[in-house]
């Protein structure tokens, strides 16, 4: 992972493996090796003695850059792997551990998005001072109306299983992420 890491030189090269510039990486990085201090009790490096086989990670730095790199670039395990020189298994465990640590990371930041409300109240009381809201409508089907007519006024022509959503969420002025 190291060599990855020393070839990023262009912040369009940071932002296309991370989705971040080098300064907020540097800056997250900070705040996940706090994390993985409190979670693990030490660091990454001084763990590796208690380890029988050798590990792909020096330090938590790569450790957030798989986790990145994996969130980013969308590959399988088995290409994950390949490209970042462990097994497809390993892959999928250094990325759940990563995102884990990733979560917990946001948390304390106090950056982490409410994702489930008790109730109606809590959901308007959160977002009376929220001003943009996104919603990812992108796998959102609806059942096929009996009704003739119905069905005219849901049909939008496309074969697009959201087109209803999208045109509502238009008409509401909500901008959606497609």
């Keep these: ?24 990486f540097g800056i ?8 993985y201090l409190s979670v693990y009790g030490s660091a990454l490096s001084s763990r590796h003695v208690d380890m029988p086989e050798e590990y792909v990670f020096s ?15 969308g590959l399988n395990y088995d290409l994950l792997g390949l490209t970042c020189g462990m097994d497809s298994s390993t892959a ?9 640590l ?14 489930s409300f008790d109730s109606v109240e809590d959901w308007q009381a959160y977002f009376d001072t929220a001003t943009d809201l996104c919603i990812d409508v992108s796998e959102q089907r609806i059942q096929r109306p009996q009704n003739e007519e119905t069905q005219k006024i849901n049909y939008s022509g ?6 209803k959503i999208l045109k509502r ?10």
């Design 102 to 115: 990733l979560e917990t990371t946001f948390s304390a930041m106090g950056v982490l998005p409410k994702r």
């Design 28 to 35: 997250l990085c900070g705040y996940f090796l706090e994390t």
């Design 1 to 24: 992972m190291k060599s990855m890491l020393s070839r990023l030189r262009t912040e369009r090269q940071w932002r296309s493996a991370t989705g971040l510039s080098a300064e907020q």
């Design 59 to 73: 330090d938590e730095r790569e450790l957030l850059f798989f986790t990145l790199f994996s969130l980013k670039s």
């Design 158 to 163: 496309k074969k697009s299983p959201y087109s």
């Design 169 to 178: 969420l238009h008409e509401a002025k909500i901008h959606s992420l497609y």
């Design 92 to 100: 999928h465990r250094n990325q759940h551990m990563g995102l884990r």
